[in-house]
């Protein structure tokens, strides 16, 4: 499998967890992100960090989600502080190849109470 997530839980509001995704057997990288999806939505964008280091954000997540990559452990992390319930979801790590091939993970279950 060429992504594992972990790091997944259940937190109280304004905890902190952080997730990360170990990637293998893939070889140049454009992009490396997070995803979200609760029951019966879209799965959406939470955060991704590009081969240059750049970062995007959902805007419900700046200022409190930090995606962040080390390259010598071929791993993405997404650090999560001030969670609050609407954090809810199943999480996924995603890579994009520069030949447009996407590659997921399992996902990860963030449970956030009130």
């Known amino acids: 499998v060429p992504l594992q997530a972990s790091g997944g839980g259940l937190v109280q509001a304004g905890g902190s967890l952080r997730l990360s995704c170990v990637v293998s057997?893939?070889?140049?990288?454009?992009?490396m992100a997070w995803y979200r999806q609760t029951p019966g939505n879209q799965r959406e964008l939470v955060a991704l960090?590009?081969?240059?280091?750049?970062?995007n954000y959902a805007d419900s997540v700046k200022g409190r989600f930090t995606i962040s990559r080390d390259n010598a452990k071929n791993t993405v992390y997404l650090q999560m502080n001030s969670l609050r319930p609407e954090d809810t979801a199943v999480y996924y790590c995603?890579?994009?190849?520069?030949?447009?091939?996407?590659?997921w993970g399992q996902g990860t279950q963030v449970t956030v109470s009130s």
């Open positions: 995603k890579v994009l190849t520069p030949d447009r091939s996407a590659f």
């Open positions: 057997g893939i070889s140049t990288i454009n992009y």
């Open positions: 960090i590009f081969s240059s280091s750049e970062t």
